[in-house]
């Protein structure tokens, strides 16, 4: 059943009874996502301001059980392999909650720029698997680290600059069809290199906007159907690039909202569907941005609650929605 | 979980299924810790190796176990196999991924399991003491192939997309870039909204001028009738408009500009509220302003009357359309 | 149940005489239902007027053997009887059948689709101007039509979608419901002559000019709902000669519920035993195989085989939904067997997406229907069109190499022509231009199909004996009148038989309910 509110309590009950879902088999078939999952939830308490909903030390303490000593980073779940996706989703949550100092920043900054190919992009691990996401992960995390200084700026640009399409949009290698999950990493990457002047703004924020279907939801690509997800990667680029106007953004919210399982908690790909923490995130990300009231200010580039990130001095110039007042 | 309908469960049906499911997550969960426990010791024996085989098989998302599979291949197996024995090895290693694939056709790590397969495909059959590259090449073609099944699964399967241009890239014997044209206009043959296909013949023509094999900026004879006749087929579908776009570009050529115009407007006459038609209209325009007709109030008006005509038609992206309005007045 | 002597308990809930499409349909409902039935046939063979032949058993009919009513008249037939003739599957019934609708809804409701094999149609091309072109019958097929102009194709595309959609409450329909279709659509759709022909003729597969355009848009919409189901065609084919084959596995499903099934069977006598009021009126039935009278509370029968003591109760229940065609008093029909692979020059085959678009040489068709509308022959028929409709060795229905070509011709009034004279110009004229060899068929046969004798009087109350309705000879709505007209006799018969006690006829849906599985679409990533 959908709703006009954000059934936030429903939704920190919910992530919540994740970790009690011991007895389900699908918990353990997605053990290799555990990692991204609890930065997922996380995050999404954070923007709802619940960050207190899990226990702060038995998260630190599952994130450095991950730890793959041979490769120097993080796994998804405790002897699971060290991969690029989980190191950044682990340094997030710790910094979320302040405790970077548990880690051996010299090893994962050595183990990140290892992943470093000659054309410039990443790979996610030893194995070569070449995607412009680890290429974000990577700018993101070393940033997060403090570590940007290490990196090879010009040649981590110039692979993002040979996966721009002539719609503005990035695809995930060289030669792929623009795709805004893709759109979102290029462009915070860029944003955090400060080098968003590689972009063909106008070209792109069409595509973006023109993402917007007749329900209010956004699609990842032309002709595609709608999703949750995508309300945060396009908005994500379009807070970055100052365009949020561009789509209509109480039709976004509404489409957001009508994905949410009132019953049991939790937000689904589209209204009617299984709810999972994964959408959880993104739709409260993307309510954020959106400017829902009561929400904290998410910030687009690091996909982390603002207010961290501002801490850090991290904050690059991205324009969300005005924070509306309940009841308006 | 993209796709899978929400079902309303009684506590009691929920009890039921978890009931059911105990035994389930029991074995799972003694495989998973069998395999864990074997790669801790660096066991890299044929048994581990169809251990691997049988977790995957269960829960094609582990990547550690995909992980622990090469190694096995690349310690265990491979220093006590010839050639021939790791070319067999690795044919029957992309016929089970086949399998995993069909039924999870967008797992990344099975892709790139396959791509690290290829890779160690080794170089044979040895004939008349000449090393020749024929093993190589049939599991090119067989990946083709492959990629192919997947696209008419499927038609806009990204993975599917960039695996097969992985594979053209890298074919021992490469195929003329020509045949993609071809094979570009069977897919948007068979659905003009695939988007997918668009895009890759965009990509080919660009290969195609790269390479010397045609002539800078120049496409097939009927590449504007393959575009017009999806415009007007369907003017609100997105695909053929972007790919318009792509073809007119910069707007360079004045004549063409000017004659896609005029067949926009004509379509517009047909269709007097697409979108799409005065978007596009208003792009062009710009581009004959910009290019070649920098004084023309005309172009102006007409710019500034469609932009008008399409915040009332195109309401969610009022706010672009009175942005360029601004653009054009400044 | 049975008696001493091993024969079942002679009490049914259901007597049904006809293996015709519609009472097998109507006896695998009823048995699934959980309801006793028997199911009888005075033929030797399943399927009554849409049952299937071998070429012997297809001459045998046309001459002498009277077995499956209404008789052929008008029949003749040349050249010789193939030595594999068991390896022809030649249907009275030729049909494609539609992708989505109330036929394919009971082929998969009952299971009954596991026992054959359906394939797509290929190509469908339209007659006019001495040359058969492509129908566009996708928004695919319009996009790549080569013979059309923009506007023309806009023209068109505006139409077909008007006619996917929710066109009854469309202002542009607005008291044009009965207003001629062609007329409509030149008219309405600005479309020209020869494009609203290709779609009255070709896409409403109308018999003639003169239908109205409601139902005619109602059958391009099954149409086009059909296409993009399997593929591009909106039709299937039936192997093994189609819908008779089909028919035999409804009745399989009958005897597989522990029914009674029999062929070959005469009645020698049946009474209504009426015993006070009519709702427990029962029927008993003598058969010549059967040792003892079986009795059942409701009689179910095609006209042809209704028992004559029935005759004064019988009647056939009204129908809310039809398949929006009338049926002709009469179908002149034509067979042949070729043995050159045959092309349909213009025309990419629609169901093979594996054909490159570019390529000259055209595979041969392996299934294909052409559409010959009135006044497109010189020598064919003002009136009305003829359908032609080509099965090779692919549909199972020939052997390797050889062909067979159907055309059926509806007939308002009886002719004044034989069926070979009326037929013979479209024979011709469908080989020479479906190839460049010239072709003499190794058979030919040419007949008249009248409709049923039976007339039941309109407006008779209901009783408990069910006539079905009588066959729809078209040749791509046979199978979904058959469906129809089977779930209302169902109905009729749930209706007469569930028990009294029971108010709710939720239990008796005309197919057990099955689960729908979601199919999930979009990126994950």
Redesign the interface.
Known sequence: MADSHLLIDKHVQYIQNLGNSK???SY??????RMNAIYWGLTALCIMGHKEALDREEMIEYVMSCWDDEAGAF??HP???A?ILSTLSAIQILVTHDALDRIDVDRVTKFILSLQQPSGVFAG?M???IDTRFSYIAVNALSLLGRLSELDVEKTVSYIRQCR???GGF???A?????SGQVFVCVAALAILDRLDEIDQPSL???L??R?LPNGGLNG????LE?VCYSFWVLSALSTLG?L????SD?LTKFILSAQ?T?RGGI??RP?????VFHIHFGIAGLSLLGYPGLVDLDPVYCMPAPIIEKMGLRKGWKALPRRTLGV | ????????QTPQAIATR?EQ??A??KS??AL?DEV?GK??LNDWSKDAFELTQRVLRR?P????VW?YR?QIMLNGLFPHSTPEDINFLLSEELKFTSLVLRTNP?V?WIW?HR??CLANIPEGPIVDDNTTQGWRQAAWDGELALAEKML?ADA?N?HA??YR?YILADMPAKRPEATEL?YT??KI????????AW??R??TYTALWQSGALAEGKFEPEEFDLV???L????A???AW?YH??LI?QGKDRAILEAEISLIE??LQ??PNSKWCMESLVHYKRLLLRNHEPQSSELLNSCRELLQRLQTID???K??YR?IELELSA | MADDDGFPDPNYDAIIFGTGLTESIVAAALAKAGFRVAHVDSNPHYGSQDTVFSVEEFVNWLDKDSSILPRPTSASWHGDVPTNHRQYSISLSPSVIHSVGPFISSLVGSGVYRYGEYKLLGPVGIYEGTEIKMVPQS??D???APNLS??E???L?RFLLFAAGDFENDQQLQGKENQLFLTFLQETFSLNEEIARTIAYSLAYCYSSDEPALPCLNRIRRCLRSAGHYG?SPFLVGSYGGLGDIAQGFCRIVAVCGNTCALNVTVTSAAIVTDGDSPSTRYTVHLDKFPKPIHSRCIISSADLLPDQFRDLAFTPASNTSVDVSNPSAVARAVAIVDQPLQFANIAQSGD?QA???STERPPVDSGVIVFPPKSLQSGSEATSVHAYIQGPGTMSTPAGKWLIYLAMPLAHPPILSAEELLTPYLTETLSKCSSAEISPLFKAFYIQQASALRVPEGRSPSSVIVTPSHCPHIALSGDAAALAAEEVFKRAVKVLKRPDTEDEAPYSFWPPREKS???????W
């Open positions: 007895d389900d088999l353990h078939m997605t053990a290799h996502l796994g998804a002897d699971h392999d991969h691990d194995w070569g698997e399409n002539y719609d695809g995930n290698t030669g792929a069809e623009s795709h924020c069409w595509w906007s023109e917007q690509r032309p002709e595609k999703d365009k106007s561009w789509i209509d039709k399982d019953d689904a790909d009617g569907d299984e709810p999972d | 979980m993209h796709g899978v309908r929400r079902s309303k978890k499911e105990k389930e997550i799972y969960l998973s864990l790669k801790k829960n998302e582990f990547y550690t992980n090469r967008k990344y790139n791509r690290w008419e806009r990204f997309w960039s241009r071809a206009k069977k043959q068979s659905s003009m909204s695939n988007f997918s895009h890759q965009s990509k017009h006749s999806a007007w087929t369907d003017p579908d997105q695909s972007i776009r792509w570009g004509e379509l047909e269709e309401p969610p992206r706010q672009r942005d | 928004k695919e319009v996009f790549k923009l506007v194709k806009r023209r595309m591009s997406d490159e678009p570019d979601e199919e999930p679409d979009e990126d994950e």
